[in-house]
């Protein structure tokens, strides 16, 4: 059975959903996150939020986004992430909130470590070679590159988050 949202809050954070999942895809095709996904996950935010949301506490929402900014750009100035990913880690703290970041954390570091243990593990030749043979050779080159596309990571957190939300 697929989720169909039914309020304009739901249809909301459905749309930051899919905004987020074609962050990770753009990041894995051409390892960029467009400045246009992540402009569109923080415009969508404010029409969330006054939609009707339950619960939403825009001054720890920002301030809480403010602090991942920081941090995002503390890694993004080591040389650890991209910038796009900085731009979307910050923006979905923004829709994580007070109630949701531990999760968006939790979630984003254990797929990101997972990722990271895949490349570095034989595991990562046998899965290029998989995607290869059904014609997905870009896909298959990330898995032989030496980048991981870390956006891929940050969206799975923020699709966990998204279903906390539309769960209430």
């Not at 990913?85 to 979905?92: I, N, P, R």
Request: charged fraction near 10%; include cysteine.
């Amino acid at each position: 059975m697929m989720y169909v949202p039914n309020t304009f809050t739901e249809f909301c954070v459905a749309g930051m959903m899919v905004l987020a999942v074609i962050g990770a895809v753009n990041d894995i095709r051409d390892y960029r996150i467009p400045n246009s996904i992540n402009l569109g996950l923080a415009g969508l935010f404010p029409i969330y939020a006054f939609s009707g949301a339950a619960g939403v506490d825009w001054a720890m929402a920002l301030l809480i986004a403010g602090g991942m900014f920081f941090f995002a750009g503390l890694l993004f100035s080591l040389g650890q992430i991209g910038g796009g990913d900085a731009k979307m880690m910050t923006v979905l703290a923004l829709w994580a909130g007070p109630a949701h970041i531990v999760d968006f954390v939790l979630v984003t570091t254990i797929v990101g470590g997972v990722l990271a243990v895949l490349m570095m593990t034989s595991a990562r030749h046998a899965l290029a070679l998989a995607c290869e043979s059904i014609g997905q050779q870009r896909l298959g080159a990330v898995f032989l590159g030496n980048v991981l596309p870390y956006g891929v990571a940050i969206a799975v957190g923020g699709v966990v988050v998204g279903f906390k939300l539309i769960a209430g």
